[in-house]
């Protein structure tokens, strides 16, 4: 709130209001040889206005937060990757920006299957059988979520594992080990059941 104080003041003299940030291109190349100092010298400058970007796009303070984290953080990945175009804070922005829709995109991917949800749905309805009901729940109740989720999207859904990896935002490697690794638990708790 301060921040909007700062910006919509009468009593702030004009060249104050629209003060231009000058950032030293050469703080990334700093930043790119593990300079903490470089990364503080940025994050002074623009912490302010990248927060304004971010809440622009989030609409959210938390989010906000964590995005300019995030951005943060991306830059000290990156930082090595940066060409002088005397552009710094279009780079910034681009980075959040992309992180931003990319978490956007993966949340709306996700699907979330929890056993009480599946008990209840109707696209499981085929599973006439009280025993097949009570392995689904027995079954469910033993994978991790995550497990669970791949299970359910690859078996009850008929997602590919490829298509699963992706709206999972994992590797493919990934979510074939995880994928055999559940079958493998089901299969002794099945072998249990029998015993």
């Given at each position: 709130?301060?921040?909007?104080?700062?910006?919509?003041?009468?009593?702030?003299?004009?060249?104050?209001?629209?003060?231009?940030?000058?950032?030293?291109?050469?703080?990334?190349?700093?930043?790119?040889?593990?300079?903490?100092?470089?990364?503080d010298?940025?994050?002074?400058?623009?912490?302010?206005?990248?927060?304004?970007?971010?809440l622009s796009?989030?609409?959210?303070?938390?989010?906000?937060?964590?995005?300019?984290?995030?951005t943060?953080?991306?830059?000290?990945?990156?930082?090595?990757?940066?060409?002088p175009?005397?552009?710094?804070?279009?780079?910034?922005?681009?980075?959040?920006?992309?992180?931003?829709?990319?978490?956007?995109?993966?949340?709306?991917?996700?699907?979330?299957?929890?056993?009480?949800i599946?008990a209840?749905?109707?696209?499981?309805?085929?599973?006439?059988?009280?025993?097949?009901?009570?392995?689904?729940?027995?079954?469910?109740?033993?994978?991790?979520?995550?497990?669970?989720?791949?299970?359910?999207?690859?078996a009850?859904?008929?997602?590919?594992?490829?298509?699963?990896?992706?709206?999972l935002?994992?590797?493919?490697?990934?979510?074939?080990s995880?994928?055999?690794?559940?079958?493998?638990?089901?299969r002794?708790?099945?072998?249990e059941?029998?015993?």
């Amino acid at each position: 709130m301060l921040m909007f104080n700062f910006i919509l003041s009468e009593d702030v003299p004009e060249q104050e209001k629209a003060q231009k940030i000058d950032i030293d291109e050469n703080l990334f190349s700093r930043i790119g040889q593990n300079d903490m100092t470089a990364l503080d010298e940025l994050y002074h400058l623009t912490e302010r206005t990248l927060y304004a970007f971010s809440l622009s796009l989030t609409r959210d303070h938390e989010e906000s937060i964590e995005l300019i984290q995030e951005t943060y953080l991306k830059v000290m990945s990156a930082a090595h990757l940066y060409k002088p175009m005397g552009k710094p804070l279009a780079w910034l922005f681009t980075i959040a920006k992309n992180l931003y829709y990319s978490k956007y995109r993966k949340e709306r991917k996700v699907i979330h299957l929890e056993p009480e949800i599946i008990a209840n749905d109707q696209r499981f309805a085929y599973m006439t059988d009280a025993d097949d009901k009570i392995v689904l729940e027995g079954v469910l109740k033993r994978l991790t979520e995550e497990e669970r989720e791949i299970v359910m999207l690859h078996a009850a859904v008929g997602m590919k594992h490829q298509e699963i990896a992706d709206s999972l935002g994992l590797k493919l490697s990934t979510t074939l080990s995880k994928y055999r690794r559940a079958l493998q638990k089901l299969r002794k708790y099945m072998e249990e059941k029998e015993v």
